[in-house]
Structures are given as C-alpha cells and as structure tokens.
T-cell receptor, first 117, second 115 residues
Framework: AQTVTQSQPEMSVQEAETVTLSCTYDTSENNYYLFWYKQPPSRQMILVIRQEAYKQQNATENRFSVNFQKAAKSFSLKISDSQLGDTAMYFCAFMTSFTGANSKLTFGKGITLSVRP | ETGVTQSPTHLIKTRGQQVTLRCSSQSGHNTVSWYQQALGQGPQFIFQYYREEENGRGNFPPRFSGLQFPNYSSELNVNALELDDSALYLC??????????????FGPGTRLLVL
C-alpha cells in the first residue's frame, strides 16, 4: 500500500518570500504520479502542480516548482514570491497509473500555509 | 474554478438516516471519484466510477454506494448513517483515455453533519 507523509502541520511565510513544503511517500511501484493540491478556505481543491515519476526534470508552474527526489521518495513544493492568496491547506498526493482502484489519489494529511502581509 | 459542482453544500442528518449527495462532472469526463475528508485530514478514497461502472473501491463498507449517469452526473448514497460519517465529501472528475496520467478535478464538496 502507498502512503504519503506530510510531517509539518503548519507553516507561515512573509509575503514575497519563498517557502518549501515537504512531502515523502512510500511505494513499491516504479511508475506513478505525484501531485500538490491547494485547498483554500473556500474548500475547492485545486491542482497546483504534478510530476510524472519517469521524468527526471522537476515540474514548474509559474511561481510553483517541485524538488522530486525519486530515490529518496521525496517530493517537496517550493513557492516563490509568496502571495496572500497562497494562504491555504496544501496536500501532497500520489497516484499510480489508471488500473482500477490504482487510479485513486492517496493524500497526505496536509499542511496549513499562512502568508503574512 | 474546476467546472465540477456538488449539491447540496451543507446537510444535517440524524444517525440511521440515508443521504444522497450529487456531483456534476466536467462535460466529457468519463470518470468520477468520491472522497471523504474528515476535519483536519486529507481526503480518503471511497470509490471510483468509470463509464457508469464501479472501477475501484477504498476501505469503506457497502452502505456507501454510488451511481454514475450518462449525462456526467453522479451520486453518492450512504445508508444507516453513523456519527463518524460526518465529513466533507468531495467528488472529482477526470477524463481517462487509457493507461497513463489522469488529473482529477475536484468539486467544492458537501459538508455532512450526522447528529
């Protein structure tokens, strides 16, 4: 079974600064996908960034980038130039390829990020 | 916005009752997944429907059941409600065309309180 661990329950960052959110996972699979989702206080879960395990290059989406270390089973999210709108709960999630129940997302417990003005 | 909607937004039920939650997927999405999110926790997978057939189930009892319709809508039904069923219920739709990456788009959720 796959597990996702987010060990930091809360983090705070000053507006315009950079923050890194940590995530580790455990799996015996070789092909899988990793995601970071954002859940603002309005509740709707929004995809931030995704990474295919077979790609060595780290994914980047504007101010968001990941540090994917496959051997260490680590998948951290870096947010540059933090904005007040980044305040939310962030979930790291794991999925194997589409084969029935393997296409489910397995989530970590989440981390609450607060951006201070 | 993800284009996925859910109704109702909030619901209060008593123990032993039955509840139906609804989800409208993005147009063209052939897969819908349901998750239960307890307060302060990450979502837990309940089950998934692909082309109107159940396509995988998490560790939830049979009193959790679902339906998916051809018009991209779906339902989650919970019978014999228990206090621990109080949670945010999320649906997520996706388009699956074969083995490979599938991105799930979430609705805003239904907050269920069981008294």
């Amino acid at each position: 079974a796959q597990t996702v661990t987010q060990s930091q329950p809360e983090m705070s960052v000053q507006e315009a600064e950079t923050v890194t959110l940590s995530c580790t996972y455990d799996t015996s699979e070789n092909n899988y996908y990793l995601f970071w989702y954002k859940q603002p206080p309005s509740r709707q879960m929004i995809l931030v960034i995704r990474q295919e395990a077979y790609k060595q290059q780290n994914a980047t989406e504007n101010r968001f980038s990941v540090n994917f270390q496959k051997a260490a089973k680590s998948f951290s999210l870096k947010i540059s130039d933090s904005q007040l709108g980044d305040t939310a709960m962030y979930f790291c999630a794991f999925m194997t390829s589409f084969t029935g129940a393997n296409s489910k997302l397995t989530f970590g417990k989440g981390i609450t990020l607060s951006v201070r003005p | 916005e993800t284009g996925v909607t859910q109704s109702p937004t909030h619901l209060i039920k008593t123990r032993g009752q039955q509840v139906t939650l609804r989800c409208s997927s993005q147009s063209g999405h052939n897969t819908v997944s349901w998750y239960q999110q307890a307060l302060g926790q990450g979502p837990q997978f309940i089950f998934q429907y692909y082309r109107e057939e159940e396509n995988g189930r998490g560790n939830f009892p049979p009193r959790f059941s679902g339906l998916q319709f051809p018009n991209y809508s779906s339902e989650l039904n919970v019978n014999a409600l228990e206090l621990d069923d109080s949670a945010l219920y999320l649906c997520a739709s996706s388009l699956v065309v074969g083995p490979g990456l599938e991105t799930q788009y979430f609705g805003p959720g239904t907050r269920l309180l069981v008294l």
